[in-house]
């Protein structure tokens, strides 16, 4: 499957499940899991940093038409987008590894741990940017920290879920193109 | 001419991102004009579409629930029938009364659009509903909702032809007026985007007697209610050092979570008052 059918199927199924499976589910006021970010996590290496903006943000609008507020999410996803490239070359292991491999996972980034902190602190973001969006007007401190770091644990632990459970078989590339 | 090119192209990511940021922003700013735009429109019936099939599964497994509240709601309204009262004893003196009064002239004032639920949400700071009736079933912007058991539920915000869009109460921008059934005091509610379920009154002034378990109802102010609709049953009562007021926290009666039907009231008055309104406004 080429890249670009397979990142389009990934954008719907990602979306559809978000919308009608996780956004049903009302665990706790202050925990509210999101899987679609997985689509940025997952996009490829090579893809321009442009590219990688405007798809985020197309994605973040896509989410915001099915809550009626459009803004929030779209935010979160291109402020996600802009620090990926930043991340990934801090925690690269090895000059050349975003060659040899295609997108980010554990085997591309060089163990389970660096790729979780690229995870983690991708949707930390995420969830920070777009909480403080939606709460400018309470200015609660302590509920937006804490609903931060809730969100960002289950969502962390979803994404290690699927990380888990659909094993993507990446190739190993030699550079030598 | 050549630096600022040079720039631009130098810094074309960090200057899109700002660009991106900027327009989520206004967006959000802008929430109700980016509305009445064209696209907003389209993207409202995709997503409605979308919405109505998931319904259409859904509704199934709440059947229970819904044949339940409309038995309580059938209930009130056999409760309400004229033929299960009987006239008091004729030792009641009967007067007719011989000055005329507009009586031929009466006229209905509110008139219930029942709708379906098609998608709800309570977990974000601003809720909204997507109803299956729009302007081809004759709603309008500002119209009141209630659920099957006459408790507020929000006010209607945007209409296109087949979906329209409610505010819920669990919105921090929703300022619909209460009263308190005791004693007769009118404040705003808002919800501080914590608890769904949990609303706060606020304009409540410290004479006001107050105890927990209280009703608050619709104070009939505004258009989109009639007075006595319920709202919610008084849960705390925090006395504010700064101001004159009251802060009450109360419970809502409508349950939020498991809205499927809902009936949108029609107000006969709406435009008229609405004019009025409107002459005083623009008056120097």
């Known amino acids: 499957m080429s890249t670009i059918v397979k990142n389009i199927v990934r954008f719907i199924v990602l979306i559809l499940f978000q919308v009608y499976v996780l956004d049903k589910v009302r665990l706790h006021q202050l925990v509210t899991p999101y899987i ?41 996803c291109v402020l996600m987008a802009y620090v990926r490239p930043f991340i990934i070359n801090l925690l690269i292991p090895q000059e050349g590894a975003e060659t040899n491999y295609e997108e980010p996972s554990f085997r591309s ?56 459970l659909f094993s993507r078989n990446q190739k190993f590339k030699t550079n030598t193109i | 001419m050549r630096n600022i090119f040079l720039f631009i192209s130098r810094h074309f990511n960090f200057l899109l991102f700002l660009f991106l940021q900027g327009m989520s922003i206004y967006f959000i700013v802008e929430y109700s004009k980016y509305h009445h735009a064209a696209f907003g429109n389209i993207s409202n019936n995709v997503t409605g579409k979308i919405n109505s099939r998931y319904f259409n599964i859904q509704q199934y497994f709440y059947l229970k629930k819904t044949n339940d509240s409309l038995l309580k709601a059938n209930q009130e309204l056999y409760n309400k029938l004229k033929s299960d009262y009987s006239l008091p004893d004729s030792s009641v003196k009967l007067v007719i009364d011989s000055i005329k009064v507009d009586s031929i002239l009466q006229y209905r004032k509110f008139r219930y659009i029942s709708a379906k639920v098609i998608s709800n949400s309570v977990t974000s700071q601003s809720n909204f509903m997507v109803l299956s009736k729009g302007s081809s079933d004759n709603i309008k912007e500002g119209m009141g909702v209630v659920d099957p058991n006459n408790s507020v539920v929000g006010i209607v915000t945007e209409v296109n032809e087949k979906y329209a869009v409610v505010m819920s109460l669990l919105h921090k ?53 009639p007075k006595g609709m319920k709202i919610g049953r008084v849960e705390a009562v925090y006395k504010e050092t700064s101001t004159n007021y009251f802060r009450i926290k109360f419970r809502t009666t409508a349950n939020f979570y498991n809205l499927q039907y809902v009936y949108v009231i029609e107000n006969a008055d709406q435009q008229a008052v609405h004019d009025i309104l409107e002459k005083v406004k623009t008056q120097p």
Request: glycine share 8%; aromatic share 14%.
């Open chain 1, 109 to 164: 980034m060089g163990g389970m741990l660096p790729y979780l902190i690229y995870a983690s602190l991708l949707i930390f973001m995420h969830n920070a940017w777009l909480f403080l969006l939606e709460a400018w007007q309470f200015a609660d401190g302590w509920y937006f920290l804490v609903k931060t770091i809730f969100s960002t644990a289950i969502s962390l632990l979803l994404v290690l879920i699927t990380e888990l």
């Open chain 1, 36 to 76: 679609y970010i997985i689509f940025i996590l997952w996009l490829p290496f090579k893809i321009s940093r442009t590219m990688l903006m405007l798809l985020s943000f197309i994605l973040g609008f896509t989410i915001d038409s099915f809550r009626h507020h459009p803004g929030f999410h779209a935010a979160a």
């Open chain 2, 173 to 225: 921008d929703s300022h619909i007026s209460g009263k308190l059934l005791k004693g007769g005091e009118t404040g705003t509610l808002n919800w501080d985007g914590d608890l769904p379920n949990i609303i706060t009154l606020n304009g409540i002034p410290k004479s006001a007697k107050i105890a927990k378990g209280d009703s608050i109802i619709s104070s009939g102010f505004s258009t989109a209610f």
